[in-house]
C-alpha cells in the first residue's frame, strides 16, 4: 500500500479536476447506495443543541442540502477546499431554493475560519482522510463544536472479518480505480489515490481513540453495508 499526496495543492488540483463527473462517479461506482448511506446518516445525525451546522468537505453540497432539507429551522454552511466543486454545489443550493439557508464557503478544514463553539452539528464525509492532519482536522472540528453538540465523521471502511470482505477488497483495489479512469477519461492515479486514502486511513476503534484525544466524549460508531462505511460520532 502506497501513502497517498494529501498536500494541499494534490487535493485541491484533484478534486477541481474530477469536480464535473463527483457525482455521477459516486452514484454508479457505489451502486447507487451513497444515496442511502447520506439518507441514513443524516437522519441520525440529529443536532442536541441550538445552532448553525456545520458540513465540512462539502463537495458538491449534497451533504448540505440534505442536513437543510431535514433541519429547516436551521442554517448550514458547507466548507471547501476545491472552488470548482463549490461552483457546482452553488447551482445545486440554487435549483433546490435553499440559498437563503446555505452559505458555503471556499476555505481549510485545518484552519477554519470559525469561532470557537460555533456549530452545533459539525459532520464531514468522505473528507477528513484527505486532511494533510488527521489530528489537526478533528481537532478543529472539536474546536468550532458547541458544548454538547455533535462531530460526526462518516468514512469508508475495509471490512475484515465477513464474507463481503475480500470481494469488497478486490473491487476496491482493482475495479474501481479502471471504472472510475475510464468513466472519466482521467489517469487510473486519480482514482488510485480514493483507495489509498482509505486504506491508509485509521478505522474502529484508532479512530475513535483519536477523537477522545481531541476532547470528544461518549463515541459512538455505526457501520452500514456490511462495515463498507461507518458513522462516527462524539459529543463536544
Same mark, same amino acid.
Given at each position: ?29 457505489? !451502486?447507487? &447506495?451513497?444515496?442511502? @448511506? =447520506? ?13 448553525? #451546522? ?8 449534497? +451533504? ?16 471547501? !477546499?476545491?472552488?470548482? %466543486? ?6 445545486? #443550493? ?18 477554519? /475560519?470559525?469561532?470557537?463553539? $460555533? +456549530?452545533?452539528?459539525? $459532520? ?6 484527505? %486532511? ?26 475495509? /471490512?475484515?472479518?465477513? @464474507?463481503?470482505? /475480500? #470481494?469488497?477488497?478486490?473491487? +476496491?483495489?482493482?475495479?474501481?480505480? =479502471? ?20 486504506? $491508509? ?17 461518549? &463515541? ?10 461507518? &458513522? ?5
Amino acid at each position: 500500500m502506497s501513502h497517498p499526496d494529501k498536500s494541499p495543492e494534490r487535493i485541491q488540483s484533484l478534486f477541481d479536476t474530477i469536480a464535473p463527473r463527483y457525482d455521477f462517479l459516486n452514484h454508479l461506482l457505489s !451502486f447507487g &447506495i451513497d444515496r442511502s @448511506w =447520506r439518507r441514513r446518516a443524516v437522519k441520525r445525525l440529529q443536532p442536541q443543541v441550538d445552532g448553525p #451546522i456545520l458540513d465540512l468537505c462539502t463537495g458538491t453540497a449534497d +451533504f448540505a442540502i440534505a442536513f437543510a432539507r431535514r433541519n429547516p429551522e436551521r442554517k448550514v454552511v458547507g466548507l471547501d !477546499f476545491s472552488a470548482n %466543486m463549490l461552483e457546482i454545489g452553488r447551482k445545486r #443550493i440554487a435549483s433546490s431554493k435553499l440559498d437563503s439557508q446555505i452559505e458555503l464557503v471556499q476555505g481549510d478544514a485545518l484552519a477554519m /475560519p470559525f469561532e470557537d463553539n $460555533s +456549530f452545533s452539528l459539525v $459532520s464531514v464525509s468522505y473528507g477528513l482522510r484527505n %486532511m494533510a492532519d488527521t489530528m489537526q482536522g478533528l481537532c478543529e472540528m472539536a474546536r468550532v463544536c458547541k458544548p454538547g453538540g455533535t462531530v460526526a465523521v462518516i468514512e469508508f471502511c475495509m /471490512p475484515e472479518r465477513n @464474507w463481503f470482505a /475480500p #470481494i469488497y477488497r478486490f473491487y +476496491f483495489r482493482h475495479i474501481l480505480p =479502471r471504472m472510475g479512469a475510464f468513466l472519466t477519461g482521467e489517469t487510473v492515479g486519480a482514482y488510485r489515490h480514493l483507495i489509498d486514502s482509505v486504506m $491508509s486511513f485509521p478505522q474502529g476503534e484508532t479512530l475513535a481513540g483519536m477523537m477522545r484525544d481531541v476532547g470528544l466524549s461518549q &463515541i459512538a460508531q455505526y457501520p452500514m453495508t456490511f462495515g463498507t462505511v461507518a &458513522i462516527n460520532t462524539g459529543n463536544g
